[in-house]
Structure formats: C-alpha cells, structure tokens
C-alpha cells in the first residue's frame, strides 16, 4: 500500500523580493525515489533547504506522514528523519571520518565520556555496507572527492534517516561509485526509505527514480510516473524549449598542423602520475578519460604549475617551458578550469563582476586603475552568453545556485582567452541546457583555434566534443582511440575499466 | 547504461587516500625542541644547577600561570578565535580577591570572587563576539585596556595585601612535601583540559568549530554556544591565575600578567595548534609553556639581561614553529 511520507504544499519563499519559489507542491511516498529536477537556479536547493531548515519559508505548509510540522532548523529536520547530503558538502576537514559521521551523537561511555572505539566501529560496519574502503580513522581532509561524499551518505544514514535528501550526490563519483550508490539506493528502498534526488544526470534519473517533479523559475511543471513520461518532454520542461542535438559527436576539421602546441613527455608528479606523455595539436580536443584515481585531474594541476614535476618534460610550441606556479602557465598561455570548482575558482565572498574579472585585471587595465566600465561590460557579456542566472553582476557568488557558480568560473578563464584550454569536469553539475551550450562553447573556441585537454568522467560529453580520447591508469597512458573509431560509449568504457 | 557484464572494480585499488593518520615529525616539533633545549641547558648550566630540583620546581612555580591560562586558551584556539584579555584578567582577578579577603569574606569568597570575575568578563567576551559579531580579535583587545584600566582605578594602582596564610599557601606559596602547590594546580587545569578536549563531545564541537564552522552548523553543532563557552574558559582560567598570582605575592596589584596574553598563545602555537582552527592538543599546550618557561628560566641562570632575553625568546619562538610549519598550515 502506497503511504504518503512527505508533503510540502503551497511553498513560497523569496530573497531579497525576488520570488524563488512561487506555490510549490511537492510530495514523497514511502520508499519512493522521486527525482527533483529543473534548470540551474530553478530553486530545487532552496526547496530542500526548507525541508531542512535551513531556510524559513514565507508561505506554505509541510506534512511528514500526513502530521503538520514546524522545521526551523536542523534539529528540527533529524527530529523528523529528515536528513540532507549538501551540495556544498557539511564535512569537517580536521576530524577523521569515525568523528564526522558521530558529531554531536557520539557513543558514550558510562562515565560521559566519548567512546571513539564503538564510534570506529560502527562507522566500520556502516563503510562496510555502503561497500567502501575507507579506513574510519583517517581525515576528511585527506580524503578525495569522492570519498567526501561516500562519508556524507554514510554520515545521514547513520542517523536512521526516512528521508534522505541527496543533491547533485553523483557529481563527484565515478561510474564504480555511483553503482555502488545506485545499489545502495535500492537498498534503501526496500527498507521503506524515500529519497529525493536531484540530478542533471538524464540517465541516472531514469535507472534510479520512480517519479519525477520538474520546478521551472520556481514553479511547478510536472509531476509524473519516470516510466511515463519521455526524455524529450523532461528536457523540454527543464529547459523551456525544444532542444537540438548537442551531445552528438559531430564531425569536425580542425586546422591542425604537424607541429603540436603543448606536449607532455614522461611526465611524472608526486604519487598519481607516474609515466605521461602525449601531444596536443592547435585546435584539436583532446579528451582524457579514466576512473577516479587514475591520475587525470593530477596531469592538469602538474602542467599548469599546482603540483611540482618530479621528472618529465613539457614542451609549448617546440619550446621547453619550466612552469613552477599557475602565473608561470597562465603567461605560456594555459588556462585550467579546476574540477572543485567551488574551493578552487571562486572567491565566494565577492561579487560576480570581481570572480569574472580575476584572471584578466591587467587586461582591464586602464592607467593605474581598473577600467570599470569595460569590466562591466566584460561582465554582462559573459553572464548573457552562459545565460548565468543571476540578479545582476554585482550579486555575491556565494548566493549562487550550485550550477551558476560552476558558470561563473568557466566565464572567468574564456575571459582570458589562452591557447590551450584545460577542462577539468567542464559540466559538473550544471543543467542540461547550461552542458549543451558548455558543449558549444568547446567546439567553438576549438574551431576558433583553440587548443583544448578535457577531462571528464561523463562519457557522453566526452564522446561529444573530444577528436581524441586518451585512457588514463595508475598514472599512465594505457590508451589512444582516435574518436572516429569508436562506435559505442561501452567500448570507450572497457578501455576505462579494463585494467 | 553501464552493461552488466563489465566487470565491476574494487573500489579500494582506485583509493586515492593514504591508510591512518601519517607519521610526520614536524607533528611533534615542541616535544622535540623541548627535549633540546633542556639538553642544552642541562649541559651548559649543569655546574649553575640548572638540573636541581629546587630549581626544576622553580619552572614548574615560574609556569604555572601561564600554562593554566594556556590550557583554556588551546579551547579558544581550536574554534579559530583569539583571546587577548587574559592577562589583564589576572591583574583584576588578584585585586578583586585581595578586596573580598580583606573585607572578611574568606578564603572561599575570595576564590569565588576571584573567578567570578574571570567568568563574567568572559562572558561579556563571548557574548559580544557571538551576539554582536564582532571579531574576538578586537573584542578582547578593547577587552584588555579596559581591564586593566578598572585594575588600576579600582585601587588608585595601590596593591592590596593579604594577610590570609591559608589563602597563600593553597594559592601560591605553599609545597605538599616536594611538590609546589602551583605545579598541583597546573597538572589539575591540564588534566580537566585534556579530557575535555579528547573525550567529550564539548571538546569534539570545539574542534569541529574551528575546522569548518558552517559545516559544524550543518551537523548540529552549536557554534554560538561553542565559542561562548570557551571564552567563559578563558576568563575563569584567567580568573584563577590571577588567584595564584594574587597567592604568590600575598598581595593583589594591577601589574600582574602583564604580557601574559602573548606567553600563552605562543605556547599554545608552540604545543602545535592550530591558529586557523580545528586542530588543537593540550598536552602540546604545556609542553610549549614548560619549554617558554624553561627559555626563561635558562636565560635568566646564564645572566642574559631582560632585553636579551626577550630576544632569543622569540627567535627561539618563530624557529620552532617555522620548523613545525604544519602547526600554521594545518
Ligand atoms: N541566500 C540567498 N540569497 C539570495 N538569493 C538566493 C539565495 N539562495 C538562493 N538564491 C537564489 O535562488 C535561486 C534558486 O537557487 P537554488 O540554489 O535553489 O537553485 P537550484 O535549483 O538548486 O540550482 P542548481 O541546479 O544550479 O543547483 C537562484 O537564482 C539563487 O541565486
Ligand atoms: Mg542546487
């Protein structure tokens, strides 16, 4: 019998008078994964955080199991089961993850005090059915991305949450994870768990969830069965329009030459990147594939001057280059597009105009002063062509949606306009519309000239915009494929596991 | 999607995570240039008696102020903030518990006076740093003038005896056998402190305070509440030192503790937490004001004339943590 477990009515909530959510209705069945889903600031987040308390809503009601509830924090919300797995994530870097999970629910002994062995232990068993490795006692801080997020999930669930919020949780893992989460989801599932899913993923939406709701500019489109409602119709209630074929590959020449513009040989960086070597032509696409680990974010942040070279070589031009920090690249004329984009690319306390401008103050220069009016100019040019959603230019970046934010740092190095570009996950975590014109965008600047590395782990994008594909392992290049030979996703994903 | 047949890899070969916390020796930088320092002391002033143990308990009695200071301070740390004010605390501690004696309260009521001050004005810290939001940086600076100023002005800058033996000798002056009553009450405060810091949820908050606030505030964690009570900490461990300071001397004075506030956070940066919050250890703590009091006491021996002294003491100070850079870091 279908139960229903969540139900949020009439909600509204604006910021600053602008209206976010205009009377939204959403509800949750027992055991039900529903699929929230909509266009970068459509308002998902803000949603969720009122389920959680973490914004107040200006109108509207909220039923857990049929019972009206008051939820005006986050004790509030774990009171209700009700737990979240934040986009902006909720760890603590300087404790370990046995710590994390139990903050502020730690075991006790009978004399008060922490019991950390049955705290270690408990995380153990929960790591173990979450299918993780990760040893209980090291720290977050240590962690990588991905193990970030498995904490998370282990942390909520640890709370014997009956809600289980989860946004954007797939942005950060790799293919073997997110079928470990899916696998987990399912478990969930039967123990009468729900979960709400938010996710600009179109196939995880469909292998994982049983409805989905759609919000537009904060309003109710659809509520529907998953197995009832078609792709197209999903994408055209995200998006507001018809949508071409943007993640077909498409047939390209590109001006490229004999001579490569940036060339990598025997590259070898700290523990990650052991023996790389490759070439890049002028306005060719180069993708670099591999699982989580393999050493592909590591490659970029070693070329672009993040982490020292140990041994090997890196040529622009013909010219060998000792790049030592980020100024020394971005003066040989790189660009990287970091893949924490949050921590790494943005400066979350300024405004919108300041992020964008960043990278090109010299550029703006005018005297001694920065041309304010070009940098505005500058600006709204950027915010119209990614179609940011944003107040104005002067908003702060923190009061961003997740996707917008990623636009802004990908708008802040086109600004600079480099030779070589280096993506690093280029559409985490923004809409499906956003990832066609991020697409776009690619093979325009590479049309233009442009040389680009792009590293990502959504094949389908990779597929999309890549000439070439390069198949990272342990640090090595275990694999060339020319894209014209591939024919199907599957055979670019062996390449990636079969080692 | 992803085919089935695919053979699903082990997560745990694509770990891109080191196993346990690693071995770094810059982690234990103070306990290794505390062991130097007594070292080289012990071989350079062995014939001025540098290893008597009159003279070790002389550290210990030299110590105990700050260290007990240091121990709330290592709190104060951890949750990223700063307390500037202990010092001046002490000096109006002393003088408030020298008034309430000599006005018949009593050994005990000049204790709870003594500490009472310290907590009130901690309080007042800690409620303007978390209700105004004011930075604790400046709170406590304005905090420390004007502490000291009411020190002064409370008694035209004159000190105020105590006649109290009893007060004197449990707060300063006395020994239990061999052992300095000061060295007693700094191993109570870092006792207390330790078992706070590493076996109570209030100690686990406070570090979760410092590594990542909002983050701490999403998992349920009262940061307000938090940050309150570690400046409470302060100001009642201040409150105290200046009871033993008040002990000491038999008197109460408005001098007292001054220049104490930047003693006890090198000492706690020395012990190797960190100044950017998260990461804190009381027993470090210690180990950092015993090796400052052990610099000073050596000095002193070797005849170094103050400026001298206070040279070399902050050489010794930015060297160490420099080396142990990871304490800056974190
Ligand atoms: N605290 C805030 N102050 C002002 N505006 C805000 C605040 N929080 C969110 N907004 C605005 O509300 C809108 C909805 O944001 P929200 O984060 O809910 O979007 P989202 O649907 O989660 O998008 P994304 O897919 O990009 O994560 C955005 O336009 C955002 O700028
Ligand atoms: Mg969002």
């Known amino acids: 019998m279908e139960q229903t477990m969540l139900s949020m009515k009439n909600i509204s909530k604006a910021f600053n008078g602008i209206e976010v959510l205009k009377s939204v209705d959403f509800s949750v069945e027992k055991g039900e994964v529903h699929a929230l889903m909509g266009g970068n600031g459509a308002g998902k987040s803000t949603l969720m955080k009122i389920l959680t308390g973490v914004y107040t809503a200006d109108g509207g009601d909220v039923f857990i199991e049929g019972k009206p509830v008051t939820i005006n924090d986050m004790k509030d919300a774990r009171a209700n089961k009700i737990s979240m797995i934040f986009q902006e994530f909720s760890l603590i870097p300087t404790l370990t993850v046995a710590e994390n999970i139990f903050l502020t629910r730690e075991a006790k002994t009978s004399l008060g005090l922490l019991n950390d062995k049955e705290c270690v232990e408990k995380t153990r068993d929960l790591l173990k059915e979450l299918e993780v490795d990760i040893n209980p006692n090291e720290l977050v801080g240590n962690l990588g991305v991905g193990y970030w997020q498995m904490t998370e999930i282990a942390k909520a669930l640890s709370q014997e949450a009956k809600i289980l919020i989860m946004d954007e949780p797939t942005s950060s893992l790799t293919k073997n994870e997110t079928e470990i989460l899916f696998k987990f989801i399912n478990k969930l599932k039967r123990k009468g768990i729900s979960i709400i899913y938010i996710s600009h993923r179109m196939d995880e939406i469909f292998e994982i969830c049983d409805r989905i709701t759609i919000l537009r500019d904060g309003k109710n489109m659809v509520t529907e069965n998953c197995k009832d409602i078609p792709l197209e119709t999903v994408i055209q209630h995200i998006v507001g329009a018809e949508m071409d074929k943007a993640f077909e590959w498409q047939e390209r020449s590109y001006p490229h030459g004999s001579n490569p513009i940036l060339e990598v040989k025997n590259l070898a960086s700290g523990s990650r990147v052991n023996d790389i070597s490759f070439k890049l032509y002028p306005g060719e696409i180069l993708g670099i594939a591999g699982l989580m680990g393999s050493g592909r974010s590591e490659v970029a942040r070693s070329i672009f001057g993040i982490d020292p070279i140990d041994s090997g070589e890196v040529f622009i031009k013909g010219e060998k280059q000792s790049i030592k920090n980020p100024t020394d690249a971005i003066s040989a004329g790189l660009a990287l597009i970091p893949e924490d984009r949050r921590v790494q690319g943005l400066v979350l306390a300024h405004s919108v105009k300041e992020n964008m401008i960043l990278p090109i103050l010299s550029k703006l220069k005018k005297g001694p002063f920065v041309d304010d009016r070009k940098a505005i100019e500058l600006s709204n040019e950027l915010v119209k062509k990614l179609n940011i959603k944003t107040d104005n230019i002067y908003k702060t970046t923190s009061l961003l949606s997740g996707g917008n934010q990623q636009k802004i740092v990908l708008a802040k190095w086109l600004a600079n306009d480099p030779d070589v570009l280096i993506l690093d996950e280029p559409t985490i975590g923004v809409d499906i519309g956003a990832k066609t014109e991020i697409i776009d965008i690619i093979r325009e600047l590479a049309d233009s000239g442009k040389s680009i590395l792009v590293i990502s782990s959504e094949l389908p994008e990779l597929l999309a915009v890549s000439d070439r594909v390069i198949v990272l392992h342990d640090g090595r290049v275990v694999k060339e494929l020319n894209r014209k030979e591939i024919q199907a996703e599957e055979e670019l994903q062996h390449a990636i596991q079969g080692y | ?330």
């Not at chain 2, 605390?89 to 005990?108: D, M, P, R, V």
């Not at chain 2, 570690?230 to 008040?246: D, P």
Request: charged content about 10%; glycine content about 14%.
């Open chain 2, 1 to 330: 999607m992803l085919s089935k047949d695919i053979k699903m890899k082990d997560p745990i070969n694509a770990a891109p995570y080191k196993s346990g916390k690693t071995f770094d020796w810059r982690d234990y930088i103070v306990y290794i240039a505390f062991v130097g320092v007594l070292v080289y002391f012990s071989i350079s002033l062995f014939d001025e008696g540098f290893l008597s143990s009159q003279n070790l308990m002389n550290i210990f009695r030299q110590t105990a102020m700050i260290s007990i200071m240091a121990v709330a301070m290592t709190f104060v740390i951890s949750t990223g903030e700063i307390d500037l004010s202990v010092g001046s605390i002490t000096a109006l501690a002393s003088l408030t518990t020298a008034l309430a004696i000599q006005a018949g309260f009593g050994l005990f009521g000049g204790v709870v006076v003594g500490l009472g001050t310290g907590i009130l004005i901690g309080l007042i810290n800690g409620l303007l740093i978390t209700k105004v939001a004011i930075p604790s940086f400046l709170v406590t600076l304005g905090m420390m003038g004007i502490v000291r100023g009411l020190a002064m002005w409370s008694t035209n800058t004159a000190p105020v005896p105590i006649l109290d033996q009893n007060f004197n000798f449990f707060f300063g002056s006395g020994d239990l056998g061999p052992i300095p009553i000061l060295l007693v009450w700094t191993f109570v405060f870092a006792l207390v402190g330790h078992i706070l810091l590493r076996k109570t949820s209030f100690g686990r908050q406070t570090l979760a305070t410092g590594g990542n606030e909002s983050a701490a505030k999403f998992s349920g964690v009262k940061t307000a509440k938090v940050k309150l009570m570690v400046f409470i900490g302060t100001g009642l461990a201040a409150g105290f030192a200046g009871i033993l300071y008040a002990g000491r001397m038999q008197a109460g004075r408005y001098t007292f503790g001054e220049g104490d506030e930047l003693s006890v956070i090198a000492a706690v940066i020395l012990g190797g937490t960190a100044l950017a919050g998260g990461v804190g250890t009381v027993v470090g703590t210690v180990i950092g004001s015993l090796m400052i009091g052990t610099i000073n006491n050596g000095l002193i021996i070797m005849g170094l004339d103050v400026s001298q002294q206070m040279i070399v003491r902050g050489l010794i100070i930015i060297l160490a943590v420099a080396i142990g850079r990871k304490t800056i870091k974190r």
